[in-house]
Nanobody
């Protein structure tokens, strides 16, 4: 299993970024996918999740209305569009497949390298 996150960078307060995650080594279309983030000194936080056929999406309260998760099963890729970014969004962002409901999601497999998002004030 390989997960390749990309699209992070340095952006100003209020800016936007689009993260991508290319997956391989498993049948992508069968799994719910998610984005987590981890800020320095903090635990990993589930930010957004999307069901296998994009029927359902869920978001952490902290990003609702600003972030949008989507996926392209033909490309085995999941995306995270991040708008109206705030300094508190600064973190390393990771994608991973999950099982279970959003509130009790269980990450499956190994984590990728992640992509760093830094929002300046």
């Amino acid at each position: 299993v390989q997960l390749g996150e990309s699209g992070g960078g340095l952006v100003q307060f209020g800016g936007s970024l689009r993260l991508s995650c290319a997956a391989s080594g498993f049948t992508f279309s069968l799994y719910s996918m998610s984005w987590y983030r981890q800020a320095p000194g903090k635990g990993r936080e589930l930010v957004a999740a999307i069901s296998s056929r994009s029927v359902m999406t869920n978001y952490a309260d902290s990003v609702k209305g600003r972030f949008t998760i989507s996926r392209d099963n033909a490309k085995s890729t999941v995306y995270l569009q991040m708008n109206s970014l705030k300094p508190e969004d600064t973190a390393m962002y990771y994608c991973i497949r999950i099982s279970g409901p959003f509130t009790h999601a269980v990450p499956l497999g190994s984590w990728g390298q992640g992509t760093q998002v830094t929002v300046s004030s």
